[in-house]
């Protein structure tokens, strides 16, 4: 009785830290496609390629201008973490043409 309750334990902390592993790998790919495409929508260029090469699957895209500036935000959710919505933002200036 004691060693079931010690494997589901394992299976149980095992399946958490994977969940969390998930997560942080999610929201570094939301940080770098966030960071990509703040950079190519301050050039002027499209960004919405950029969730493709760089963003996890189904994540979405927001970009805004303001004072200068370039907002763009990655939001996604966990695969294994249901309800967890993931996101990321990042700033750039605009460049001048």
Request: with cysteine; hydrophobic share 55%; proline share 2%.
């Given at each position: 009785?004691?060693?079931?309750?010690?494997?589901?334990?394992?299976?149980?902390?095992l399946?958490?830290?994977?969940?969390?592993?998930?997560?942080?790998?999610?929201?570094?790919?939301?940080?770098?496609?966030?960071?990509?495409?703040?950079?190519?929508?301050?050039?002027?260029?499209?960004?919405?390629?950029?969730?493709?090469?760089?963003?996890?699957?189904?994540a979405?895209?927001?970009?805004?201008?303001?004072?200068?500036?370039?907002?763009?935000?990655?939001?996604?959710?966990?695969?294994?973490?249901?309800?967890?919505?993931?996101?990321?933002?990042?700033?750039?200036?605009?460049?001048?043409?």
């Open positions: 009785m004691e060693a079931a309750l010690a494997v589901a334990s394992l299976v149980a902390v399946v958490l830290c994977l969940a969390g592993l998930t997560g942080v790998a999610t929201h570094v790919r939301c940080v770098d496609a966030a960071r990509e495409a703040a950079r190519l929508a301050a050039r002027g260029d499209d960004a919405s390629g950029v969730l493709d090469r760089a963003g996890p699957a189904g979405r895209l927001e970009v805004r201008s303001e004072a200068g500036r370039v907002v763009a935000r990655v939001t996604s959710t966990s695969t294994l973490l249901p309800g967890i919505v993931i996101s990321a933002e990042a700033v750039a200036a605009l460049e001048n043409r």
